[in-house]
């Protein structure tokens, strides 16, 4: 891999790292049961992202 494409996936770990803390502070917070729903369905779809990206290195 060349230093721009592994740049990229760093990019792309943090981002996913910051998406997953805020997904979970968000349904840390919640009381409705469908938003938290919703919230914790992007947290484990965030959480799979940085997987994928992180098996990339």
Same mark, same amino acid.
């Given at each position: 891999? #060349?230093?721009?494409?592994? =740049?990229?996936?760093?990019?792309a770990?943090?981002?996913?790292?910051?998406?997953? #803390?805020?997904? =979970? $502070?968000? %349904? @840390?917070?919640? @009381?409705?049961?469908?938003l938290? @729903?919703? %919230?914790?369905?992007?947290?484990?779809?965030?959480?799979?992202?940085?997987?994928?990206?992180? $098996?990339?290195v």
């Open positions: 891999m #060349s230093p721009k494409e592994l =740049q990229y996936i760093e990019d770990l943090g981002h996913e790292q910051f998406l997953t #803390s805020q997904c =979970q $502070q968000a %349904v @840390n917070q919640l @009381n409705d049961p469908e938290k @729903n919703c %919230v914790n369905q992007m947290l484990a779809k965030h959480r799979e992202l940085f997987g994928k990206f992180y $098996q990339l």
